[in-house]
């Protein structure tokens, strides 16, 4: 059963950066991409970022571009996402996800097909 588990969520300042971790178990990961995506209130989940099971192939939504990094610890089964620069609107509800299909590229939300509970990433002006 495939696991996903968020954490390193909270309140920060504009400008600030922050960490966020998930713990993956459930199957052999470094045959699955993983990546991340988000809802905040009153909008539909999206895309934030992805990166291919190696670890070298990594996409991004154009709002996040140059300020996020999203990298993978396949050993440890555990995937980063490194938030730079934080705006009030990237307040959300962050998760982690991974596709069904092995070695498959993900670059939108519907390729994903499993997702964790979510941690809160709250951006104040």
């Known amino acids: 059963q495939v696991q996903l588990v968020e954490s390193g969520g909270g309140l920060v300042q504009a400008g600030d950066s922050l960490r966020l971790s998930c713990a993956a178990s459930?199957?052999?990961?470094?045959?699955?991409?993983l990546g991340w995506l988000r809802q905040a209130p009153g909008k539909e989940r999206e895309f934030v970022a992805s990166?291919?099971?190696?670890?070298?192939?990594?996409y991004y939504s154009d709002s996040v571009k140059g300020r996020f990094t999203i990298f993978r610890d396949n050993a440890k089964n555990t995937v980063y996402l490194q938030m730079n620069t934080l705006k009030p609107e990237d307040t959300a509800v962050y998760y982690c996800?991974?596709?069904?299909?092995?070695?498959?590229?993900?670059?939108?939300?519907?390729?994903?097909?499993?997702w964790g509970q979510g941690t809160q990433v709250t951006v104040s002006s």
């Open positions: 996800a991974t596709p069904d299909r092995a070695f498959s590229l993900v670059r939108s939300t519907e390729g994903f097909d499993y």
């Open positions: 459930g199957r052999t990961f470094s045959r699955y991409s």
């Open positions: 990166v291919g099971w190696t670890g070298s192939t990594t």
